[in-house]
């Protein structure tokens, strides 16, 4: 039984309990971090291990986002990141709570990070319980793959591998792809839910490639293939022109719109996407819509908050209250004017800032793990 008034309670035992642990000045610079003030995004919420990453992946955005390529670990240390976390307003903690996604703007495991990373899992997996997807494309040798597995409650791992043939070209600083099938292979041995995670799809080489990665995934011991479109950018453009990319007329030909400057703009990939989908069952490769439903997988739970889903076992769908939503947004300083429940999700005419509404939209949408349509 999931109870949206327990979780929040929870909530604010871990505030103050993390308060005491803190200095006042950790507490104010915790208090400040974005990691206290974002919105989830779809796969969850994003937590930054690093400042920056040094793999150069040339078809990546961090760097149009403004991200170094000299990376750094990120400053909060393990017990601030759980503070800033658990006073963000729009996250809910627990193994019921916001999915958290490492690796979405840094590479959580390059040597400069990778003690900020562990760090940071434990604090997020043993203070809070959040159920956690990383992404990576590091070498994960036997030891470090005992340290992740060691994590309570366990990780969704993604270890992404997008070509073996272009990666010098494309990925200039990540370990070898064959380093990270073998990566697959000591994670699923010792027991932790790992994936292969095939994005970007780069469409011209992907089409080349896809059967034989799928297939050394699998004889690696992935649990499943959660496949990925492309995103691009002038940026992304320029770069991969600069080094003679093979494959750009691949690439423009699927671009939807004008490309403006500082703005993603992801391919058109329904093709692609439905047919190395076909090919990975066909195969007997699990494939899932996207990160978060390996996450939800791995974790035993069950989701619908989307139209990809349903994800995992939906058996394990907390029931949800009226007056559960109606004494929660009470405590967001909002008024809950109708509320609808039904197979579709939750319907609410909310009154108030609209900030709060979408904290609170989060924070029901985490938890009851259902569309929430507020209006
Ligand atoms: S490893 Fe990830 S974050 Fe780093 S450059 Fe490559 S895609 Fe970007
Ligand atoms: S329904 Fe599936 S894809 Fe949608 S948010 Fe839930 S886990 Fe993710």
Not at 238 to 257: D, H, K, N, Q
Not at 281 to 293: D, F, H, Q, T
């Amino acid at each position: 039984m999931v109870d949206l008034i327990r979780v929040w309670e929870e909530k604010v035992r871990l505030v103050s309990m993390l308060e005491d642990k803190l200095g006042e000045r950790e507490i104010e610079e915790a208090g400040r971090d974005s990691h206290a003030h974002r919105l989830p995004r779809p796969c969850g919420l994003t937590v930054h291990t690093g400042i920056g990453c040094n793999f150069g992946c040339l078809y990546c955005y961090i760097y149009d986002m403004g991200f170094p390529s000299t990376p750094r670990p990120y400053p909060l240390k393990g017990l601030q990141l759980a503070y800033a976390l658990a006073l963000n307003p729009a996250v809910a903690p627990g193994h019921h709570g916001t999915f958290m996604a490492f690796g979405s703007v840094t590479e959580p495991f390059m040597d400069e990070t990778v003690e900020r990373a562990l760090e940071y899992l434990d604090a997020v997996a043993g203070i809070l319980g959040n159920p956690i997807q990383l992404s990576t494309k590091a070498w994960i040798n036997d030891e470090l793959a005992a340290r992740i597995r060691s994590i309570p409650d366990h990780l969704s791992i993604l270890v992404t591998i997008v070509t073996t043939s272009l990666h010098e070209m494309l990925e200039p600083g990540a370990p070898d792809p064959e380093e990270r099938f073998q990566s697959i292979r000591i994670l699923s041995r010792r027991g932790v839910h790992t994936c292969l995670f095939l994005r970007p799809i780069l469409p011209g080489l992907c089409e080349k490639e896809v059967e034989d990665i799928l297939v050394r995934a699998l004889d690696s011991g992935a649990a499943g293939v959660v496949l990925g479109s492309m995103r691009v950018t002038g940026g992304i453009i320029r770069r991969l022109e600069a080094v003679g990319y093979p494959y750009m007329r691949e690439i423009f030909s699927r671009i939807p719109v004008d490309l403006k400057p500082g703005v993603q703009v992801t391919l058109r990939m329904s093709d692609l996407k439905g047919r190395f989908a076909r090919l990975a069952v066909e195969l007997g490769l699990r494939v899932y819509p996207s990160a978060c439903a390996a996450n939800v997988d791995a974790h035993g739970l069950g989701c619908v908050a989307c139209k990809s889903g349903p994800c995992g076992d939906v058996n394990k769908l907390p029931d949800v209250e009226e007056h559960d939503l109606r004494e929660l947004s009470a405590k967001y300083g909002l008024s809950l004017e109708k509320v609808m429940i039904d197979e579709r999700g939750i319907f609410l005419a909310v009154k108030g800032p609209r900030a709060r509404i979408a904290q609170f939209r989060e924070f029901v949408k985490s938890v009851c793990k259902r569309r929430v349509i507020v209006r």
